[in-house]
């Protein structure tokens, strides 16, 4: 491990106060949450204590956030975003629900992708939306790929208003083409849909993917179209509570500036935001030259002590997606580890029907407790 991620020693992780390490008891291994065990950079708990010392823990301000994610995504991403157009949410997830209840009628279809994060399937229940599924593709090695003629059929519909998109996906970490979003534009386009695009995972694209923005295609369909992400995974700071979300029109625009002041999220995490945009880069890259090793090691674990167990090696992220239909531990195989091997990974059906008999592995971690996860997965079997 580099020393800017710190040892990820397990007395060290076990002081922190967080739902990833307070949820079990402390003889279980949590590798569930998308959280992962790095040390911060330093530049992030600079700015952060910094505003603590001056007591600056007010209401936030747009401040040069726009300027900054805009700075980053065209180094790293190949955009650049207008930072005008780029307000600051609490989190990714309210963002979307926001613009969701704005631009779709009570009563009206958001079509989704499972396997999928799971507060897509239950959050727009809340306000009175219901779920169209168009699920992935899988194919007989593990990979799965988007199915436009079933999200054709999805889109088309009685009702369906809006299609929330994944990308980077979670949680089987692919990162579609470019072909693939154009194809997405064009159907979002002929059906008349708003496209809400959660690109949170997309500064953790790993070696030999390549990722494109959404609005960096210059669609038709970017009138009706808005894009939410946030530093929160690609830093792990997901509990300073700042997201973005990006209007791909002035129409959006004028829509999210009418909301801006309901949907403040934390000052400190809009000043931690900017220092990992600005300043952290350096940590980021070292986070994902460490994730692409842990990758690679989960498949010669999973071979060694789990070899009935299918995995694809994800294209982005540190959440490695699990067939365990093979170990035949029923729907939930995540129960079976956490009761018998005390590790507690997600469960696959929270993530819809197409999910049952998998698990989700948090692998952003050391390669020791990576390694101490599969032994105690296969202890359980």
């Known amino acids: 491990m580099d020393d800017l991620l710190g040892s990820c020693s397990l007395e060290a992780l076990r002081q922190r ?26 530049q992030i708990t600079d700015a952060v204590t910094a505003a603590l010392a001056l007591g600056d823990c007010g209401y936030a301000h747009r401040g040069v956030l726009g300027e900054a ?54 959050r727009f229940g809340f306000s ?6 168009s699920p992935l593709a899988r194919d007989d090695q593990g990979h799965y790929d988007l199915d436009l003629a079933a999200l054709d059929a999805a889109l088309g519909e009685p009702g369906v208003a809006a299609y929330l998109l994944c990308s980077p996906h979670n949680p089987t970490g692919s990162v579609w083409s470019r072909a693939q979003l154009e194809a997405i534009g064009g159907l979002c386009q002929s059906h008349g849909v708003v496209l809400l695009v959660d690109e949170i995972h997309a500064p953790l694209v790993l070696p030999g993917a390549q990722f494109v923005p959404f609005l960096s295609l210059g669609h038709e369909i970017d009138a009706r179209t808005f894009t939410f992400t946030s530093a929160s995974k690609g ?10 979300a990006v209007a791909g029109s002035d129409r959006g625009f004028a829509l999210m500036e009418e909301r801006w002041e309901a949907l ?102 050391s390669p020791a407790l990576l390694e101490e996860a599969v032994r105690r997965m296969a202890a359980a079997v």
């Open 17 to 42: 106060k967080s739902f990833k390490w307070r949820t079990y008891a402390a003889d279980v291994l949590p590798a569930f949450v998308a959280e992962m065990d790095f040390d911060l950079a330093e």
């Open 69 to 122: 994610f805009r700075d980053f995504a065209a180094d790293r991403l190949g955009w650049s975003p207008d930072p005008a157009r780029v307000f600051i949410v609490p989190d990714v997830m309210t963002g979307i629900a926001e613009v969701v209840q704005a631009v779709t009628p009570p009563g009206s279809g958001i079509v989704i992708n499972p396997p999928v994060y799971p507060p897509f399937l239950f």
């Open 264 to 365: 403040l999220p934390s000052h400190l995490g809009v000043l931690g935001s900017v220092a990992a945009y600005r300043e952290a880069l350096e940590w980021l890259d070292t986070a994902l030259a460490q994730l692409d090793e842990n990758r690679w090691l989960l498949g010669r674990l999973l071979r060694e002590h789990l070899p009935q167990v299918g995995y694809q090696p994800p294209q982005a992220s540190f959440l490695a997606w699990l067939d365990c239909r093979a170990l035949g531990l029923g729907d939930d195989p995540a129960a079976v580890f956490l009761d018998k091997g005390r590790v507690a990974v997600s469960p696959g059906p929270d993530f819809g029907a197409e999910g049952r008999g998998f698990a989700r592995l948090n692998m952003g971690t």
């Open 235 to 244: 830093w792990n700071i997901p509990g300073l509570k700042c997201g973005l």
């Open 128 to 133: 009175g939306r219901r779920i169209v599924a």
